[in-house]
Nanobody
Framework: QVQLMESGGGLVQPGGSLILSCAASQTIFSINAGGWYRQAPGKEREWVASVVSGGSTNYADSVNGRFAISRDSDKNTVGLKMNSLKPDDAVVYYC???????????????WGEGTRVTVPT
């Protein structure tokens, strides 16, 4: 079973930056698409950003212009560069990847277990 390994969360001061990274726990053939979601306590998980195989990216209005999602096809990782962080951004971030484990396998979606970002008020 493929697991997603997230890293990069932590404590940052308001206005600061963090880079999140997401990788599969084993060698895979390709990532078709990737995305980041976030969830605050007591609230539904919300979409933050996504990148598709062609490289096109999309962002939620709340992060557009501050966050940048990236995809490294060689390393099969997806990252999220977060700039100008605010206390409202201080939640748990989850990555999701659409993965093909082998050249002939079908695409499957996997989720990470989350990484916490803390931005003090």
């Amino acid at each position: 079973q493929v697991q997603l390994m997230e890293s990069g969360g932590g404590l940052v001061q308001p206005g600061g930056s963090l880079i999140l990274s997401c990788a599969a726990s084993q060698t895979i053939f390709s990532i078709n698409a990737g995305g980041w979601y976030r969830q605050a306590p007591g609230k539904e998980r919300e979409w933050v950003a996504s990148v598709v195989s062609g490289g096109s990216t999309n962002y939620a209005d709340s992060v557009n212009g501050r966050f940048a999602i990236s995809r490294d096809s060689d390393k099969n990782t997806v990252g999220l560069k977060m700039n100008s962080l605010k206390p409202d951004d201080a939640v748990v971030y989850y990555c999701t990847l659409d993965i093909r484990k082998t050249m002939t396998s079908r695409k499957q979606t996997y989720w990470g277990e989350g990484t916490r970002v803390t931005v003090p008020t």
